[in-house]
């Protein structure tokens, strides 16, 4: 912050409007993402792991909360 200090308003000014044209012209939207194109086969694929990681979650909750067997209460 110091260093622009000694940069005049209007340079200053100039400055900040030509980094706004910049991040106009990237798609910047705040959270370092740019505008995609998705398609249908992007948006399936997205679907399909989001319901495997489900099902795992699932099973993986089932699995370390279920009764009991005789062979784990050995081990």
Not at 20 to 29: L, T, V
């Amino acid at each position: 912050m110091d260093k622009n200090l000694g940069i005049a308003p209007e340079a200053r000014l100039r400055d900040l409007r030509q980094q706004h044209e910049q991040w106009q012209r990237a798609g910047y939207d705040g959270h370092n993402r740019h505008p995609l194109r998705t398609t249908m086969r992007r948006l399936r694929k997205r679907r399909d792991r989001r319901r495997a990681q489900r099902f795992l979650y699932t099973v993986a909750h089932q699995w370390s909360f279920g009764p009991m067997t005789q062979w784990q209460e050995v081990a």
